[in-house]
Nanobody, 124 residues
Framework: VQLQASGGGLVQAGGSLRVSCAAS????????MGWFRQAPGKGREFVAD????????YYADSVKGRFTISRDNAKSTVYLQMNSLKPEDTAVYYC??????????????????WGKGTQVTVSS
């Protein structure tokens, strides 16, 4: 499975940004998809994920109510819509995938495939 993230950039605090992740190499509907982020000097942290079966979604408390994960199986793409962005959201955002029927996988060790990441910078 190959994952290619895109859509990062520079945005002012309070603004919005959508990052995308296109998958190839396997039937997309069989993949559980997640988003993680890593800020400078910090570990990789869970942001959101979406199950393959029923489209169940889960979010980190820090982004709940501001971020929305979605997927388009016809386009083999998962999205992360980020609203009301804060400077502390600044990080490299990674998409991840695994073959699982679980509803949520909030640990990075639960994923087998990773994209290269896209930088999101929120200025104050």
């Amino acid at each position: 499975v190959q994952l290619q993230a895109s859509g990062g950039g520079l945005v002012q605090a309070g603004g919005s940004l959508r990052v995308s992740c296109a998958a190839s190499g396997r039937t997309f509907s069989s993949l559980h998809m997640g988003w993680f982020r890593q800020a400078p000097g910090k570990g990789r942290e869970f942001v959101a994920d979406m199950s393959r079966s029923y489209g169940a979604t889960y979010y980190a408390d820090s982004v709940k109510g501001r971020f929305t994960i979605s997927r388009d199986n016809a386009k083999s793409t998962v999205y992360l819509q980020m609203n009301s962005l804060k400077p502390e959201d600044t990080a490299v955002y990674y998409c991840a995938a695994t073959i699982s029927s679980r509803n949520t996988i909030p640990s990075s060790s639960g994923y087998d495939y990773w994209g290269k990441g896209t930088q999101v910078t929120v200025s104050s």
